[in-house]
């Protein structure tokens, strides 16, 4: 199955895979939300899936498909590369990690990899997380010292969601919600919504067209 919020995207993936042997995609989704539902119906073997998406995300939908289906797979596939996203993605349950620039066969390896319950990264994000563990020290970003919660919080308050919409979302409280955010406030040192959004842009962890509050 599918995941991404760009139907170009997943018109090009599903060309790809549907012209290889013993691959079928049996189904697509464009949001987190719309993930858990068709994933909870059509119980695909393994899940491709978005990372920055409206709604609940890639890693909060990766957390619910995997609880509701253990035996599913997920593969993240995103224009992003740097850590933390691996950590996150792991402990949501994903078993694979490509960057959407990745050649063909890398993608064909992955999904055979992933399919048989074997972990996978790609290429580009093994050799940064090579690069880091030989420096002693996590990559250039304030974001790795998030918990998960938090990064799922951060995620949608860049898309411009407001508190009552992420608190829904995510199953939380508003005040939990707020607490969050003011976490994110302390440990990033921001102080407004704007100012969180323009660090994740400047490290990469969204691009501008995925932003809302700037």
Do not use: W
Not at 59 to 64: F, P
Not at 74 to 94: K, M, N, R, W, Y
Not at 127 to 136: E, F, V
């Amino acid at each position: 199955m599918l995941v991404d919020d760009h139907e170009l995207v997943r018109t090009g993936f599903r060309h790809i895979l549907n012209d290889s042997q013993g691959i079928e995609v049996i189904g697509e989704a464009e949001s987190g939300e719309d993930a858990v539902l068709k994933a909870k119906q059509l119980k695909p073997d393994l899940v491709m899936m978005d990372i920055n998406m409206p709604g609940i995300g890639g890693i909060e939908a990766t957390r619910r498909i995997r609880r509701q289906n253990p035996d599913t797979q997920v593969i993240v596939v995103t224009v992003l590369s740097d850590a933390p996203f691996p950590e996150q993605l792991h402990e949501a349950g994903a078993l694979g990690y490509l960057t959407k620039g990745c050649p063909a066969n890398e993608l064909f390896q992955a999904i055979k990899v992933v399919a048989a319950g074997r972990p996978f990264i790609s290429s580009e994000v093994s050799q940064k997380l090579t690069l880091a563990r030989m420096s002693g020290a996590n990559p250039d970003s304030p974001f790795s010292r998030l918990s998960q919660r938090e990064m799922q919080v951060l995620m949608m308050i860049t898309q411009g969601q407001k508190t009552q919409f992420i608190s829904d979302s995510l199953c939380l409280s508003p005040k939990t919600v707020s607490t969050y955010r003011h976490r994110l406030f302390e440990k990033l040192d921001v102080e407004t919504d704007v100012e969180l959004t323009l660090l994740a842009l400047r490290h990469g962890l969204i691009t501008a067209s995925e932003s809302s509050s700037v």
